[in-house]
T-cell receptor, first 113, second 114 residues
Framework: KQEVTQIPAALSVPEGENLVLNCSFT??????LQWFRQDPGKGLTSLLL?????REQTSGRLNASLDKSSGRSTLYIAASQPGDSATYLC????????????FGTGTRLTVIP | DAGVIQSPRHEVTEMGQEVTLRCKPI?????LFWYRQTMMRGLELLIY????????DSGMPEDRFSAKMPNASFSTLKIQPSEPRDSAVYFC????????????FGDGTRLSIL
């Protein structure tokens, strides 16, 4: 069973700062790694999906990396804005061909104007 | 294009009552997932369907929980009888081609069992 951990549980940064969110997983035979954003009272919004054969994916100010050997993924947010305030979750399937996602407990990000 | 639609958004009921949560996936998506989110356990997969067929229900906590997908555009999650420990936010998500594609989530149903 894939176990996914996110530390810290909460993070506050001033607006404009670059920041990194961390995600660790136990099974290095990872199929893919997904990053989601959750706003209060809302469902999850997919941000980036990194396949096991990839090292990183970029979308706008977001860049996600994957290091299978160390069991880690990072989500880099450049030039943070108050609108980036949300909870960020990472998730990974239970294995190749599996469709069940195992989620971390998330990092709650607050960007202070 | 409409996203995943869940109803109701909020449900408050007394223990012992039957609860039915509803989900309309994104048109054309062939996978549908039901999740439960709590502070203590985070986000947990309950069951998922592929082409309307239940594939993995190992996350369903007890026989009190059941889920159906009678057609490609509708699914229900039923709890009977409900208990206070079932209080949580229940999410439905859909995707094309399973875990190799992003899942699209509804806004959830916040369920409170008194």
């Amino acid at each position: 069973k894939q176990e996914v951990t996110q530390i810290p549980a909460a993070l506050s940064v001033p607006e404009g700062e670059n920041l990194v969110l961390n995600c660790s997983f136990t099974d290095s035979a990872i199929y893919n790694l997904q990053w989601f954003r959750q706003d209060p009272g809302k469902g999850l919004t997919s941000l980036l999906l990194i396949q096991s054969s990839q090292r990183e994916q970029t979308s706008g100010r977001l860049n996600a990396s994957l290091d299978k050997s160390s069991g880690r993924s990072t989500l880099y947010i450049a030039a943070s804005q108050p609108g980036d305030s949300a909870t960020y979750l990472c998730a990974s399937p239970g294995g190749a061909g599996a469709n069940n996602l195992f989620f971390g407990t998330g990092t709650r990000l607050t960007v202070i104007p | 294009d409409a996203g995943v639609i869940q109803s109701p958004r909020h449900e408050v009921t007394e223990m012992g009552q039957e609860v039915t949560l509803r989900c309309k996936p994104i048109s054309g998506h062939d996978y549908l997932f039901w999740y439960r989110q709590t502070m203590m356990r985070g986000l947990e997969l309950l069951i998922y369907f592929n082409n309307n067929v239940p594939i993995d229900d190992s996350g369903m906590p007890e026989d009190r929980f059941s889920a159906k997908m009678p057609n490609a555009s509708f699914s229900t999650l039923k709890i009977q009888p409900s208990e206070p420990r079932d209080s949580a936010v229940y999410f439905c998500a859909s995707s094309l081609m399973g875990s190799n594609q992003p899942q699209h989530f509804g806004d959830g149903t916040r369920l409170s069992i008194l």
